[in-house]
């Protein structure tokens, strides 16, 4: 049984307009847009939400407008329904808007004249001009700014010139996920390592199979659980030969029997549902600069012990001593940081509680408390609403 599942939770007098990508759209910001509203529990909301001119997704009521891609009518239409609003929190990536690095979202924010929080998923630290012009005029304009690790405020003002008073760091945010009680020890048990997320080329799944080639003799053998279907970026670009490349890797390095793929795309429930099985999370990601996962806040909302590559956002959070940090593309690295945590039960008990004293913090409720207050705060500080 598992603790911390949401509660139902008084509404805010604020009324929210969101924007992003939005479910049934697979991906991560589209499954944070719709936590974030979930967790603000604003008293009236509405989403407008990111598509392609000619796509046809069917979304739920709370979706109000969708701001296609490369359509100037449908973003001053946007602008006109998040007006009804108290405040609008725009989610911004560079892959989500129309135009070049997605500049697009720069005529969005002029057509918003209510107070708006702009939630940055992203900061280059070596953005080109254009991305560099973006983001600045997208901060000029936003009552206030939302990066989600001190990692992301650290690069983000190192890069681009931003009033530092106007850049809050407020966590990713994930759902409680804690077993009510420690498992008990069993010797004889397969332990479990888990990766998910969308599959590309930078998540380092092929460093682990390599890492993982080098503990054939622990007795039991591990099971390594990769879960997630190919980005959807990824498959318009070349298909699904980079999973098809790891099966084949596995293959070749004979440890198909403690590998397992699975490539269907899990909805939150089984997403916590596996990460509640799981004895440790592994991300061997490639990036260097990577400032936010939101795989690693659930793990450690989980309770789980992780080890990751020494991206930004992994040093921040496992810091405390929920996991271990191993440099990148080293998989000798990764199966001594792998055997040390599969052989000692002790080490990964110390590691899970830890875990576990950092998950109130990366909570939904948390978070969302945060942004409320946040929201009323340049609510309060501009009027509730700016006539047009």
Known sequence: MATGIAQPRARSALSAGFVGTYPPTRCGIATFGHALREAMAPARSGVVACVDAGERTRFG???????????????????????????????????????DDGDEVVDLVHAIHVPTLLVLHTALRAPSANQRAIIEELADRADAIVVQSHAARAQLLDAHDVDATSVHVIPHGARLNLLAAPRAA???????????????????????????????????????????????????????????????EARALQISDLVEFDERYLGTASVLAWARKA????????????????????????????????????????AG?????????????????LRRLLTDVALRERMAMAARRKAPELAWRSVGQRYLRLAAAASSARGSRVPR
């Open 279 to 318: 004895d440790l999370v592994l991300l061997p990601y490639r990036s260097r600069d990577q400032v936010v996962s939101g795989v690693l806040v659930e793990a450690l909302a989980s309770g789980k012990p992780v080890i990751a590559t020494r991206f930004p956002h992994a040093e921040e959070l496992l």
């Open 321 to 337: 001593g929920a996991g271990i940090l191993v440099p990148h593309d080293d998989p000798e690295a990764l199966a001594a940081a």
């Open 186 to 248: 069993d010797a004889t048990r397969r332990p479990i390592v888990l990766t998910w997320g969308l599959l590309s080329r930078d998540k380092g799944i092929d460093v682990a199979l390599a890492a993982l080639a080098r503990l054939r003799d622990l007795d039991p053998h591990p099971r390594y659980l990769v879960h997630g279907g190919t980005h959807p970026r990824v498959v318009e670009r070349e298909g699904e030969a980079y999973r098809e490349s790891l099966v084949e």
């Open 61 to 99: 009521p709370e979706v109000v407008a969708e701001l296609v891609r490369g359509s100037p009518s449908s973003i001053a239409a946007a602008g006109d329904l998040l007006d009804q609003f108290d405040v609008a929190i725009v989610q911004h990536e560079f892959g989500i808007y129309g135009g």
